[in-house]
């Protein structure tokens, strides 16, 4: 792992919230709606996103890495999130295209630190070593109660099985989305905090404007994050 990333001029977006809030599709609607406009846009994900990452996802999702302990996922994660950041997001970040991660630190931060009791110390040092520089220029967080969250997860995953993380809970995915909500609350200027019940086509214009206005310097009448 090495903290080197010299920055920009690139764009760099990500998409936060539980299972099943929306986070996969409006990632991609958001990419589809950059690249209308002209931008060269990268679509990628977490965990994953580069050759490297995805074998770890595949280690952590199939839970496996599991009787190891949330510390050693913790490190998974972190191994899997420095591939990605090396391997595809500061490479375009520095050839001037925008990325859209569909999730990123924030999800390390809330499924491994707040949920599963590791360390915050031990997150924020894997977190300056692995991203360093390279934190997103805006953060879109889908915000839906866990039980909307987790019905669309389910009917999505047909008769397939849970993942490592989808099997917990309703009450371990409520905390998430708590935790998810208290990191935005602390850092307004990278969150926008977007309502995840409306229709998808309401969701997406929300964020269409959150866009517009943090990053494309669109001036907005109205309040996004407003239900
Ligand atoms: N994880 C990840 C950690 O613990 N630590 C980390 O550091 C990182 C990076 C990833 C798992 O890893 C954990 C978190 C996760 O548990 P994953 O397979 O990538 O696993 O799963 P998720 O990221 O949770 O993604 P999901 O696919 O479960 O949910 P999405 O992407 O939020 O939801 P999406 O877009 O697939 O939508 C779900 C369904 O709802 C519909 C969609 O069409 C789809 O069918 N939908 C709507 N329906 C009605 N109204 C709307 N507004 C809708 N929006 C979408």
Request: avoid cysteine; charged fraction near 25%.
């Amino acid at each position: 792992m090495s903290a080197e990333s010299s920055r920009k001029p690139g764009k760099f977006i990500t998409f936060e919230g539980g299972e099943g809030s929306g986070k996969s599709t409006h990632a991609a609607a958001l990419a589809d709606r950059l690249k209308a406009r002209g931008l060269d846009v990268v679509l990628t994900r977490e965990p994953g996103g580069s050759p490297g990452a995805e074998i770890i996802r595949h280690i952590i999702l199939s839970g496996i890495a599991k009787p190891l302990g949330t510390e050693t996922e913790t490190i998974l994660f972190a191994a899997a999130r420095d591939d990605h950041v090396k391997a595809t997001i500061l490479p375009a970040l520095q050839a001037g295209r925008w990325v859209v991660s569909d999730r990123f630190i924030d999800s390390t931060r809330v499924y491994q630190g707040v949920v599963g009791k590791v360390d915050m110390k031990l997150i924020r040092a894997l977190e300056r070593v692995t991203v360093g520089e390279t934190m997103p220029d805006l953060t879109i967080l889908i915000d839906v109660p866990a039980n909307i969250g987790l019905a669309r997860a389910k009917t999505r995953r047909g008769t397939g099985a849970a993942d490592r993380f989808e099997a917990e809970s309703v009450e371990f995915h409520e905390e998430l989305r708590q935790a998810f909500l208290n990191i935005a609350a602390r850092e307004p200027k990278r969150f926008a905090v977007i309502d995840g019940r409306a229709p998808r086509e309401v969701v997406a214009e929300r964020i269409w404007q959150a866009v517009e206005q943090r990053l494309l310097g669109v001036p907005q009448a109205l309040d996004v994050a407003a239900p």
